[in-house]
Each structure stands twice: as C-alpha cells, then as structure tokens.
C-alpha cells in the first residue's frame, strides 16, 4: 500500500500539467481502476437496504478487516479510481458506478472463503482499489483540503444512487480509456451482458499515451510464450511467428495464430503486460514492437471518455446512461 501511494502521490503532482490524465495510469504497477480481467459471477437477486450501512474491507496488507462507512468508502473509493482534477460529473458517475460495484461484490462476497468474512477487498489487482483519508492526505498533500471537501461534495450528491437493470445492482466495469470505442463484455469475457455494449467513445483518441509501444526481443517472446502455453512450437522463422489478427469491431484482437497455437487478445494483453488487447505488433530490429491503444479492458464506463462527456456540460446521468445502456439510476 505505502508503495501504491508513493506512486501515485508522485505522478498526482503532475496534474496540474496534465489535469486529465485517465485514472489508470496513475495505480501501482499498472494495475487497473477497473474490476478483474473476467467477466464477474453472474448477479444475482437482492434487496437493497434503504438505510445507511457500513461495508467490510478486507486491508490486503495487514489481512485486517476494516468496517467503513458507505460515505468513507465511496470517498476513498472515488479518491483511488479516478483523478480528482476531472470535472464534478464524471466523478458523481465514477462515484455511481464504485457504489454499484461495492453493492454488488458485498452481496457475492459469502461464495469468496479468502475474504474471511469481508465484503471485499482494497486489492486494487482483484477488487476496486480504495484509499483512507489518511492515505488520501499523503496523496494530495498541500491540495488535500480543496480535494478532499470535492469528493465529499460529489459523494453527498449521489450517495443513495446505484445503477440498476431489471431491479439487480449492474457489473458495474469500468477503464481508463477505450481505443475509441468500447467493448462488449461478450468479446472480453465471453458472456453476453445486455447493458455492456460496444458504443462510441471518441474523445478516448485524444487522451495523454492514448497510444503507447512496448518492445520485447525474440528471445523474450519466445521464453513468455512457450512459459504460457505447454507444447507451444515456434519454429525458426522468427518474423512470422505471429500471424494476421482477427479484430472486434472495437479493434480488439479476438484471436490470433501464434506459432502451432491460437491466443486471444486477452491472453497476450497478460502476457506482454500490455495496457490493452486493442494492439498491432511488429518485428524490427530483432525485435517485437507491440503498439496497443487505449488503456484498460475497455468494457462499460471509460473514465476518460465521461470526463469529456462531463466537460461538454452533460451530466452524471446521460453519461451513465450511455455506457449501460438501458440501466436505471435508483436511490437505496
């Protein structure tokens, strides 16, 4: 945790340069602000409690359970998630979409023995990442006044609020930045889910390393793949180990030969730790260069897309109700 901070306390300082840097890139180790690279267990049929209520948070340093109140939590949930320099609208959708997920992984959490009785986890890598106010006073420093009363104001504004399809808490899924359009959840997870839809995303294009390259050496390909998958033969034309990508209409590699087997997009994202499925690759120098766009499994909400929603003057809702569409805003 105190390396998390450290991280992002650091590159928190140059927001003042960059005011909309997506989210993602400010969590440790590229760890995502978004939920586990698989499509969550199925939702399941709950009732609500009206009232205000505390949620159990297991700490995954010190293995302590933490019992938070719904305000804290969405708070340090919204401080962890996204930049608090991002405009009030796409933080309420951000603090929407983090009390959705919250409410939905307490009411799975009895089928999770790891949790030892926790609703969920801080594990920003499993779980939606979540700071304290102390922690959240390391980050902000000098601003923690000013930041701190703007997520308690965009936290007040929305707490009750949850999004809801056919009177269930949705899969609330969220990224950083899409390639410039989103993704289904049937192409990433291999499930249909009516509200996680591909729908246009534009202003992703536009983001800070909206398109970034990494590069391996063939031996270092060769080592990562053949670790990944047993029986896996490359042979001897190092140039044309990879063959020509199947894409999504959102520009996700779906599959694509490898050699004598076939990966998806996902399984080399893992691999490569690469910021996206959405990639080309290309052999130079001796070298593979994997050029991936966006940032994060590019499924539901994208943070950066609902900042620029935000700025353009709509609000929490219309940005909401475009990335799960056909979902409701309901108080609880």
């Not at 991280?7 to 400010?26: E, H, M, Q, R, S």
């Not at 936290?155 to 899924?173: K, T």
Request: net charge negative; with cysteine; aromatic share 12%.
């Amino acid at each position: 945790m105190k390396k998390k901070i450290m991280l992002y306390g650091f590159l928190c300082a140059l927001l003042t340069i960059l005011p909309i840097l997506p989210a993602k890139l400010l969590i440790k180790n590229g760890n995502s602000p978004e939920q586990p690279e698989k499509i969550p267990e199925e939702i399941i049929e709950t009732e609500l409690p009206a009232e205000e209520k505390y949620y159990h948070v297991l700490d995954s340093e010190t293995g302590e359970i933490m019992e938070i109140s719904v305000r804290e939590y969405l708070i340090g949930a919204v401080g962890a998630e996204m930049p608090v320099t991002f405009e009030e609208e796409a933080l309420k959708a951000q603090a929407v979409a983090a009390h959705t997920y919250a409410e939905r992984q307490a009411e799975l959490s009895d089928r999770r023995p790891e949790l030892k009785g926790a609703d969920f986890s801080d594990d920003a890598s499993q779980y939606q990442a979540f700071y304290t106010k102390e922690e959240l006073k390391k980050l902000y420093n000098d601003n923690f006044d000013s930041y701190y009363a703007k997520l308690e104001r965009v936290v007040d504004s929305v707490l009750h609020e949850v999004i809801m399809y056919q009177d269930e808490p949705i899969i609330a899924a969220f990224h950083a930045m899409s390639g410039g359009r989103t993704e289904s959840a049937k192409n990433v997870w291999g499930s249909e889910v009516a509200y996680l839809q591909s729908v246009e995303s534009r202003a992703d294009e536009t983001a800070p390393q909206f398109e970034q390259t990494v590069s391996y050496t063939a031996e270092e390909v060769k080592e990562m793949l053949t670790a990944s998958r047993e029986g896996l033969f490359l042979g001897t034309d190092t140039e044309h180990w990879f063959g020509e990508p199947e894409y999504s209409e959102a520009g996700t590699v779906m599959q694509i030969a490898v050699g004598t087997s076939i990966f998806t997009g996902q399984e080399l994202r893992n691999i490569f730790s690469l910021r996206s499925a959405i990639f080309s690759i290309k052999y130079e120098d001796k070298k593979f260069i994997f050029t991936t766009k966006g940032y994060g499994h590019d499924v539901g909400m994208s943070q950066y897309g609902a900042n620029a929603m935000a700025a353009d003057g709509a609000d929490y809702k219309k940005i909401l109700a475009y990335y799960y569409p056909d979902t409701e805003i309901k108080k609880i």
